[in-house]
């Protein structure tokens, strides 16, 4: 599936990336995997069409599933050890706290163009090729096309 | 373990077992942590090689009555420093070159003790002062305790020796704005005020003396008066004098021609009424346009405006203008270009570029329709308003610069633009005016008893009969309309209404105009429109229409008079062509006011601007001539439009708070016989009435811009046109000597400071028994300069105060302050009664207490008083009611002058340093010490060292000492020439980082900065870096870490603890 | 001599020092992080004038608060403490800027993250301080040790 005009410019003006439009019907489809973000902010700073930002919230669930051996990863196996109970929901967090921050994307605006997959240190953003027939009609589908090659 | 067994023991340990880590368990590693870093770097063991266990303030101090705990506590505790101790690894270090220089900001006897050490020491010193001379606080002392040496014999070698040493440069008129970099290689910004004197000044005085202004003497503590220029005293550093400028004055921002308005004010009060008359006539030719037909601006931005009333500026200006006769005469100017510029219309703005122009050395020639020159000066305001003699008297002062005057001449008729260029001349001004009345409905015109107020009022000027009949209805509501419906009185009408569109109350024309007009009984009839004439051949009454309703009304008259908007008259436009006219103006270039012919240029109500006020057609005519001169050189030579300054703003805190003072009424003639005389109506103030009013500008802008300093200089010093400037120093380090300020007595209204003249605060004394003070060291009461002879002391004001209105502070000097002026008061006046009010007598120092019982046996009577209440009486003298507290006994006794000891506080330069440092500053503005006790000359911040009042209240001995203890510490920190950069700093790895560049925002230090050299990833500039650790707990990926606190380091020691 | 090592991206295991386990006596365990510049030097100085503190808090320097994170405190909850508390600097005065802002932030985000899986929030508490005011620090001390006191011993898995 072709990439939208929006998309197909704003991918041409990234530097070092040649548009792949592919007439086959093989798309992409974002993947967020909220377990191993490191809250670099990274994917935000680097979203062209501001589909990904940086929440006011956090949900405790991100600790748990962290990988073992990274901060985060550290802080959930401490909080597992001392929890009463499973997290329940997420909360607001203070100004000043930067990195642990839940991320949100909307997937409405994005455009499927891969660079927050690019930026993202942990792959914690991820791209899965999708058939053709899997996609259907591109308004109102819950899955977006992606020019990031299989 | 910390003595020379205790090392021998960790030698032999770490040298017979081979071991690489050393865990101290003892005291705070706050105390002794260095002591074994030490030891462990000279055992080869490296940095971070040594792990403390807080055994004694952490454990044993503080648990004494429970040891069993106490025992496992510091098991526990000695566990987590061994858990700690293997996840310690080697740190590096590197060295920074350090500059041999230093910034001493604050140049008093602290600044400069410190600066001359370090000048000795072979180092180069920047010695920063803010205001204009070296010498700060004790510069202005009389005598100083215990020794009573005179202060200011004391200082002045150390001033000659800071103005002569090579080593030290002196940098007055300066501050600190930024401060950056690390220690050994700090980045200081420092502004440079200008003096606007340069170095040809020779101090020889005159200046001082042609300065009209006077300010309040800050170096005399407001006990004295000062000029605007000069020099705070004799031996000031540097020698030379500057100009106290603070700004535009508000009153000059607002004149639209930027009159030195101040400065003529500044004049006036001194009595020097002939400069006055030079100086306001500098940019305006016509003064008797100030104070007679301006709308005064000048007024209505004046200061004193914020105190009580502002100053009659008006009022004084047509003092001025009436010596026109005893001015002197012109400075004929010296044609120096052969080049002939033409002016079209000898009104204000035409004549203004002409004398313009001939100044700038051009031989001008003036042409005007009318018999007479003056425009609307002398056609359009009546002369009742202006009179017609001082207009000419101005006129020939204008023609007097060598201005060729062709009257009778018509543009368009008699010569055109075309005819001028033709005839060589090489510029033309277009200052042609509005000479038409507009919007005169056909139906009206040619009408017998129709006029209009534009030919009315020119007819009446040029003397030519005008029928008026009994009745006039004046239509329109500008200041045309009520000059028409007076003239039209005193051409012998009966009554004369003013029927306007605007509501009565909202009348467009200036309010004094119309309150002389009513008070000569012409009417007005507010909100009338649509008129229309009533009468077939002669007029018998005009009809309008009124209100929203539109009811109809009438007003019988035999006379209608138009008082319409003016318009352009197009006649001059033949013969003229690509000179255009749009709507009514003519067109030209708002930056060059040159029209499309090029050549020609347009000013005045003609061009532009739209009908103004003629001040505003003046300073279009100078725009215009200076325009014309950039043209005719071909190069820009002169600014079109002037540039101003910023105006002085002064806060209402230093305006005065004392009784107001009212401004003088301008005298008018009485109303009802006014309507038929031709005399002036208001009559100007005498020169007593102009001298006090002039007394009461509050000079806000400092100098004036008079300039009359420039025009007695015989060495050619002065000059307006310095910048302030700024420039970057590199050095090692900084020594702040900012010194202190006094506590506001105002804070503590019960005393009267500020309200009462005779209640002063020792500094103010200090000037008064000063030799080179405002009264030569005579003792005088400022009420009426009465030698008094009871003086009561109050200690301890704003000191030792619970309260939120005071300092919690002792501020250590006062007593001995005290006690040093009685002293010398006794000496001259044995008969004064000296009475000390203290609370506790604080003598510390050496030498003090001695001197201290010395001058109570000379007759000084000390009481220990809680205060109670102080009263001013009629003759200013003050009852003061207190309590003996070693009697127990109340009094209530009469003085003539009461002397507040006032405490210290951080001054405003140490805030401004603090904030631009980091430093930190106490509850009363002092800067913190990194240590109290240990360290009581470092502060907060490596490489910058503390001194004087700045740090504390203290004595002038004890600043010399603390001011060459810093000159120590910058000495020892700068002798080495290099510096280790401290182990204990953040390191990020590349391999690792992810570049997010949360640690660069978060840094306080800015050492952080994300670099991209391939990869984006962050590195640490070590020299700045401060190990605070702030950028590792925030860093996501992990990749920043802490020399000595990594997190390693911290959770073995956290997990063995818990 | 080790260099410096460096597990990139991975936090260290901490190696546990080997002694028998406290008996169970009742006695809290609370962690205190005390800054070099304010709270420590209050610390000395309480201790210079033996003014007498419950034995349950174990004290670890810190440059500035801002140093600590959540993995600190949460690690030392996980490893036995009973309570954690920050003392630092006075808001306006920390040495580094704004340290101890961050660091009373990351304490509120601390609470609540604790709050989020039942555990009381008052455990994790932080306290500001300059450096001559002993007397504050007493306070913090005993007031951290009295709440910590009155909540049962905290258990881990």
């Not at chain 2, 605007?502 to 004094?512: G, M, N, Y």
């Not at chain 2, 105006?647 to 401004?663: F, Q």
């Not at chain 2, 006032?902 to 800067?927: K, M, P």
Request: glycine share 10%; proline share 6%; net charge negative.
């Amino acid at each position: 599936m072709p990439l939208t005009a929006r998309g197909r410019e704003i991918l041409g003006s990234l530097p070092g990336v040649a548009p792949t439009v592919t007439t086959d019907g093989i798309g992409c489809e974002i993947v967020r995997r909220e377990e191993l973000c490191i809250g670099c902010g990274r994917c935000v700073k680097v979203c062209p069409s501001a589909a990904i930002a940086e929440s006011s919230r956090f949900d405790p669930a991100q600790l748990y599933d962290a990988p073992a051996g990274t901060t985060r990863g550290a802080l959930g196996a401490a909080l597992r050890r001392i929890a009463r109970h499973e997290p329940d929901g997420s909360f607001e967090v203070p100004e000043r706290v930067r990195t642990f921050r839940t991320i949100e994307f909307d997937r409405t605006r994005c455009l499927g163009c891969g660079a927050c997959t690019r930026a993202c240190p942990t792959g914690a953003v991820t791209a899965r090729p999708v058939n053709a027939g899997e996609i259907g009609g591109f308004a109102g589908a819950d899955r977006v096309p992606c020019a990031v090659p299989a | 373990m910390c003595g020379t067994e205790g090392r021998r023991r960790i030698e032999r340990a770490v040298q017979s077992r081979g071991l690489d880590h050393i865990v101290i368990g003892a005291c705070s590693r706050r105390v002794q942590g260095p002591t074994f870093e030490r030891i462990a770097r000279e055992l080869r063991l490296g940095e971070n090689a040594v792990a403390f266990a807080n055994l004694r303030e952490g454990c044993s101090f503080v648990h004494r009555d429970e040891p069993a705990k106490a025992q496992k506590k510091a098991e526990t505790i000695l566990a987590a420093s061994v858990a700690r101790a293997a996840q310690q690894s080697d740190l590096k270090r590197s060295r920074t070159f350090l500059q041999r220089s230093a910034v001493v900001v604050g140049g008093g006897i602290g600044g400069m003790s410190a600066a001359e050490e370090l000048a000795d020491a072979g180092i180069e010193v920047h010695l920063v002062e803010r205001q204009q001379s070296l010498g700060g606080y004790m510069a202005r002392l009389s005598k100083t305790f215990p020794t009573e040496d005179c202060a200011m014999c004391s200082l002045a070698p150390r001033l000659a020796n800071a103005a002569t040493d090579s080593r030290i440069h002196v940098h007055t008129l300066s501050e600190v704005t930024a401060v950056s970099g690390p220690p050994g290689e700090l980045r200081v910004r420092v502004l440079h005020r200008p003096s606007f004197v340069s170095e040809r000044c020779v101090a020889c005085g005159r200046c001082t003396s042609a300065c009209p202004v006077e300010l309040e003497s800050d170096f005399d503590f407001g006990m004295a008066k000062r000029k605007a220029i000069g020099r705070p005293f004799a031996n000031a550093v540097p020698a030379g004098f500057v100009i106290d400028f603070r700004g535009e004055a508000p009153c000059r921002s607002a004149c639209p021609v930027h009159t030195a308005v101040q400065g003529v004010v500044a004049l006036v009060a001194q009595g020097r009424t002939g400069d006055a008359y030079e100086l306001a006539s500098r940019e305006n030719p016509f003064p008797s346009v100030c104070g007679r037909i301006c709308p005064h601006d000048c007024e209505t931005e004046c200061t004193r405006g914020r105190v009580d009333e502002a100053v009659a500026i008006a009022g004084i200006g047509r003092f001025i203008a009436d010596q026109v006769e005893s001015a002197k005469p012109v400075a004929v100017p010296t044609a120096v270009y052969s080049v002939r510029a033409a002016v079209v219309g000898a009104g204000p703005a035409g004549l203004t570029a002409a004398r313009e122009l001939a100044r700038f050395g051009y031989h001008v020639t003036v042409f005007e329709a009318q018999p007479e020159a003056g425009g609307a000066l002398r056609f359009v305001i009546p002369e009742f308003r202006l009179p017609r003699e001082l207009l000419a008297a101005e006129v020939a002062r204008v023609l007097a610069h060598g201005v060729e005057l062709k009257a009778g001449q018509r543009c368009g008729a008699d010569f055109t633009v075309d005819s001028l260029l033709a005839a060589g001349f090489q510029a033309v001004l277009l200052a042609v005016g509005l000479q038409r009345a507009g919007s005169v409905p056909l139906a009206a015109s040619g009408r017998p008893g129709l006029a209009t107020a534009v030919e009315l009022l020119r007819s009446q000027a040029l003397g030519e009969p005008i029928p008026v009949g009994r009745h006039v209805v004046v239509v329109g509501g500008g200041d045309d309309a009520f000059d028409a419906a007076r003239t039209c009185l005193r051409l012998g009408a009966e009554s004369a209404t003013v029927a306007c569109p605007e509501d009565a109350a909202e009348l467009r024309a200036e309010a004094d105009l119309v309150a002389e007009a009513l008070e000569e009984g012409v009417e007005v009839e507010g909100g009338l429109s649509a008129f229309e004439i009533v009468g077939a051949g002669a007029v018998s009454a005009v009809r309008f229409r009124k209100g929203p309703a539109g009811e109809t009304v009438e007003l019988p008259a035999d006379c209608v008079v138009l008082a319409t908007e003016r318009e352009i008259d197009e006649e001059f436009l033949s013969g003229a062509p690509g000179v255009r006219v749009v709507a009514g103006q003519i067109v030209v270039d708002r930056a060059t006011m040159m029209t499309e012919r090029p050549g020609v240029f347009a000013a005045g109500d003609a061009a532009a601007t739209g009908p103004a006020t003629p001040i505003e057609a003046i300073a279009a005519g100078r725009r215009a001539a200076r325009s014309i001169h950039n043209y005719l050189r071909g190069e820009d030579w002169a600014e079109v439009w002037e540039p101003a300054r910023p105006t002085a703003e002064v806060a209402d805190a230093d305006l005065s708070t004392g009784k107001p003072e009212w401004r003088q009424p301008m005298p008018v003639a009485a109303g009802p016989g006014r309507r038929r005389s031709w005399a002036e109506v208001r009559l100007g103030f005498t020169a007593d009435d102009a001298v006090a009013e002039a007394r009461r500008c509050v000079a806000c802008g400092g100098c004036s811009e008079c300039r009359s300093c420039e025009t007695v200089c015989p060495a050619h010093a002065i000059d307006f046109d310095q910048e302030p400037w700024e420039e970057e120093l590199t050095v090692g380090a900084m020594v702040i000597a900012t010194g202190h300020r006094e506590f506001d007595a105002r804070r503590k209204p019960p005393l009267g400071y500020g309200r009462y003249a005779n209640v002063i605060t020792q500094s103010q004394l200090a000037r008064l028994v000063s030799a080179s003070g405002p009264t030569g060291g005579e003792l005088r009461r400022p009420s009426d300069g009465a030698v008094p002879k009871r003086i009561f002391m109050l200690q301890c004001v704003g000191s030792r105060d619970q309260t939120s209105r005071g300092n919690t502070h002792c501020s250590a000097i006062c007593c001995l302050f005290a006690t040093v002026h009685a002293s010398l008061i006794k000496q001259e006046h044995p008969d004064c009664e000296v009475t000390i009010g203290y609370t506790d007598l604080r003598a510390p120092g050496k030498a003090h207490e001695e001197y201290y019982r010395l001058v109570s046996t000379r007759g000084v009577r000390y009481v220990r008083t809680r205060f109670g209440e102080l009263i001013e009486e009629p003759d200013k003298s003050l009852r003061v009611r207190f309590e003996d507290t070693v009697t127990g006994t109340k009094a209530e006794e009469l003085f003539d002058l009461v002397v507040l000891s006032v405490g210290l506080e951080g001054s405003d330069g140490t805030t401004q340093i603090a904030r631009v440092a980091g430093l930190q500053q106490d509850a009363a503005g002092f800067l913190k010490e990194y240590h109290p006790k240990l360290r009581p000359v470092d502060s907060q911040r490596a490489g910058i060292f503390l001194a004087g009042t700045a740090q504390g209240p203290k004595n002038i001995p004890d600043t010399i000492a603390q001011a060459k203890a810093a000159a120590a510490r910058v000495m020892s920190m700068l002798s080495s020439g290099f510096l280790m950069t401290p182990a204990e700093v953040a390191w990020s790895d590349p391999a690792v980082c992810i570049g997010c560049g949360v640690c660069e925002n978060v840094c306080p230090q800015g050492a952080v900065h994300v670099v991209d050299d391939g990869i984006a990833h962050a590195v640490v500039e070590s020299e700045s870096c401060r190990g605070c650790g702030i950028c590792v707990a925030e860093c996501p990926s992990g990749a920043m870490t802490l020399g000595g606190f990594s997190d390693a380091e911290i959770l073995a020691e956290v997990t063995a603890r818990a | 001599m080790p260099s410096a090592a460096r597990t990139g991206g991975a936090v260290a295991e901490p190696e546990r020092f080997a002694t028998e386990p406290a008996a169970d006596d009742g006695e809290r365990t609370i962690i205190g992080f005390f800054c070099r510049e304010c709270a420590y030097a209050a610390a000395d100085a309480t201790g210079n004038a033996r003014v007498p503190l419950p034995t349950t808090v174990r004290s670890v320097l810190v440059p500035c608060t801002g140093r600590v994170g959540p993995l600190h405190v949460m690690s030392a909850l996980a490893e036995g403490a009973d309570g954690v508390f920050l003392a630092g600097c006075l808001e306006g005065q920390c040495h580094y800027r704004e340290g101890n802002l961050s660091a009373l932030d990351r304490i509120a985000f601390v609470q609540r993250l604790l709050e989020s899986v039942g555990v009381e929030r008052e455990r994790v508490q932080m306290f500001t301080m300059s450096a001559a005011d002993s007397p504050r620090f007493v306070a913090a001390t005993k007031r951290m040790h009295a709440t910590i006191s009155a909540l049962p011993r905290l258990e881990r898995r």
